[in-house]
């Protein structure tokens, strides 16, 4: 298959948010030698945020067409809230009958997650959540249908003033909540939201000596690269992937001003 002169492994086409700023950014930032990425926006006009997100998974199927026949090795939704609120038997429905229409795999951000976390061993969960109460009542039954135990939930305060209270957090907030869930006795700490930036925390964590992390965007990458199934994912260096081994020195190259982790 022909892919063109940047992505010899072929393209990710990724679904995001309208207004996410952060999913592409990181996204290029995790990329792997010789794979690209290309973008398509989900839009809504719904008015909650829970509305917008369940129009988002109700638009997958057809929002995918905006990659037309593109070398694509899979195809990405980069939005875990939605995969809470339509749930895990709709979810993977979903994952397989995209899959089956456009002949690649079909990822979302939760299902990368859970798959990622099965490879660390990771069973009891300390969830770092960017989202409202409600959405994280949803999150954690989302997360216990996967056979997770969630023993403790913070977040970042909400920049409520700014043009998206997730989209527009910063780091700082982000690596405190980190640090407050490494006491914890679980497992593994989830970044959650696609929205939240999470490639400065996670590097800042991984040096020192925090629990071991992850978040849905670095998940999200090491599965769509692989170009299979989200129940066929192997472990395909998921150590470099949750420390930043495999990507830290691209992040240095396209963000040079937020160095300092």
Known sequence: MATGAYASKGHVGVLTPQANTTVEAELWALLPSGTGLLNARLTSGKATITDRLKDYADQYETACAAFANAPLVSLAAACTGASYLIGKDAETALAHRISHAHGVPFLTAALATVAALRQ????????LSPYPDSLNAASKTYWQSHGFDVIAVAGPAQETDAFHP??????DGVTQAYAQLSETDADAVVMLGTGMPSLRPLLQGHARGWMPAISCNVALMWAASQGRAWEALDCADIEGWRTGALWRDRLDMLFPHQTGA
């Open 120 to 127: 660390m061993n990771a069973t009891r969960l300390a969830l």
């Open 166 to 171: 997730i989209y527009a957090m910063l780091d």
